[in-house]
């Protein structure tokens, strides 16, 4: 019986060769929802549209924009009562944020592949063949009722959160019906955004032209807006021409640090476990001991600012402090990192990821980007919240730690790197408009 090469290699008294690693089947139009070009162009005048938001100062785009890796390069985002783009937002001093947005602002790149089933760091909205409308979120069945993909259901928060688009408490129209409940309805805060964009001749020749019922009569309702938006981020922010694509299809090998990389990524770090597939994540939650800073997703009346992740939406004390596995696509791009953004530099997010917990002891602000901001809600450092800290780091000691020495790290970078896409670096495969229907400026 003839002897495997790295049998073979033994037998000689060299030292074997490791099988080559396997990439993840490719990504291919299959992956991806296709839409006419009319939707998506509606849809990215939309996304770039503050007349979305209750005060008309905040557009989708303005805390995912393309320069910053379609995030908003800062920890935690500042919405309403926030000014500028990116790391130079700041607080406006005549309107100032009640809190930071308590989570980091999360990239869009791929969102709309059929195998994101899951939106949101702890997952409140997700695939679920068991509902009528085919996912789950925190709302009744019939109010999500029309939105024509999972995506398109992950639009309607942004514009009903006080921090995020909706503004302070009655301020104005939006935000005064969130404030009271009335979300759905002929006179809630779905159908006043859709009122808006009704009101504007060039929005409602668009949706003529894109939806048939609009055509013929029926008004114009949040969930055609929210399909819209949806289908352009499907398409703009596609994200397939990285050079570990053209790995995965057999087209040009990676780079020789960068394949020294994936082996260790889909071998001895681990990596690979959950960052698994050519979207680069299971789907699934996983406690990973990131420090939590700012105010926490906790209930406004709750004193305690932490974040337990997972647990908020299944009540499954298995679930603390777990979050979502994030897509690495374009992860070079899309920092700070972290669930909370607890880290500006990525080499220290690394050495932080495959050791979990192991920076909290010693973790300062200092490592993040946070503009200054006074709201009456500290800023967290481990000795502000000693208890929360030691539950993450009790949390994240399931996850066993992975000793890589610098060397190994700078590898792992390396093929890191090689999942950004020049096209992403790029800003995404359409341009910015030059304006919108609403007339209002566009966040350049």
Not at 62 to 91: K, Q, V, Y
Not at 149 to 161: G, I
Not at 280 to 297: E, L, N, R, S
Request: charged share 20%; with cysteine.
């Amino acid at each position: 019986m003839p002897l495997r090469p790295a049998l073979l290699s033994l037998a000689l008294g060299t030292a074997a060769l490791a099988d080559p690693v396997a990439p993840p089947a490719p990504l291919t139009d299959a992956d991806f929802p296709a839409f006419p070009t009319e939707e998506v162009e509606l849809g990215r005048l939309l996304f770039w549209d503050a007349e979305l938001s209750g005060n008309r100062n905040i557009a989708c785009a303005s805390c995912h924009h393309p320069r910053f890796g379609t995030s908003d390069g800062l920890s935690l985002g500042m919405g309403e009562g926030g000014i500028g783009l990116g790391p130079d937002r700041r607080a406006n001093p005549d309107n100032l944020p009640e809190q930071r947005i308590p989570r980091n602002a999360p990239a869009l790149w791929n969102v709309g592949a059929r195998g994101f089933t899951v939106m949101f760091a702890d997952g409140r909205i997700e695939q679920d063949a068991t509902r009528p409308s085919g996912f789950r979120t925190p709302l009744e069945d019939e109010m999500v009722s029309g939105f024509a993909s999972l995506l398109s259901a992950q639009t309607m928060f942004p514009v009903l959160s006080n921090d995020e688009m909706a503004g302070h408490y009655e301020e104005n129209e939006i935000s005064t019906l969130v404030r009271q409940g009335r979300i759905t309805g002929d006179h809630g805060a779905w159908a006043a955004i859709a009122a808006r964009i009704s009101a504007l001749p060039a929005y409602v020749d668009r949706f003529r032209a894109v939806y048939p019922e609009i055509a013929a009569g029926r008004p114009i309702a949040f969930t055609d807006i929210s399909n819209a938006v949806a289908a352009y981020m499907t398409f703009d922010f596609r994200s397939d021409t990285a050079p570990v694509d053209a790995w995965m299809r057999g087209e040009a090998p990676l780079a020789p640090d960068a394949m020294a990389g994936a082996e260790l990524f889909y071998g001895k770090a681990g990596c690979g476990t959950c960052h698994s597939g050519a979207l680069f994540t299971d789907m699934k939650f996983h406690a990973m001991g990131d420090p939590q800073i700012g105010p926490g997703k906790a209930e406004r009346f709750e004193s305690h600012q932490h974040d337990t992740g997972r647990m908020r939406v299944s009540n499954n004390p298995d679930d603390a402090y777990a979050f979502r596995t994030p897509s690495l696509r374009n992860v070079t791009l899309t920092g700070p990192w972290g669930h909370a953004g607890a880290f500006a530099s990525l080499p220290d997010y690394l050495r932080q990821h495959i050791a979990p917990g192991s920076a909290i002891a010693g973790y300062t602000l200092e490592a993040a980007l946070l503009p200054a901001m006074k709201t009456g809600k500290p800023d967290l450092n481990p000795a502000d919240g000693a208890g929360d800290f030691a539950a993450i780091t009790a949390a994240a000691s399931r996850t066993p730690a992975v000793a890589l020495s610098d060397s190994e790290l700078a590898q792992i970078l390396a093929f890191l790197q090689s999942l950004e896409d020049p096209v992403a670096r790029a800003g995404g495969r359409m341009p910015i408009p030059d304006s919108v229907p609403s007339g209002l400026p566009v966040d350049r």
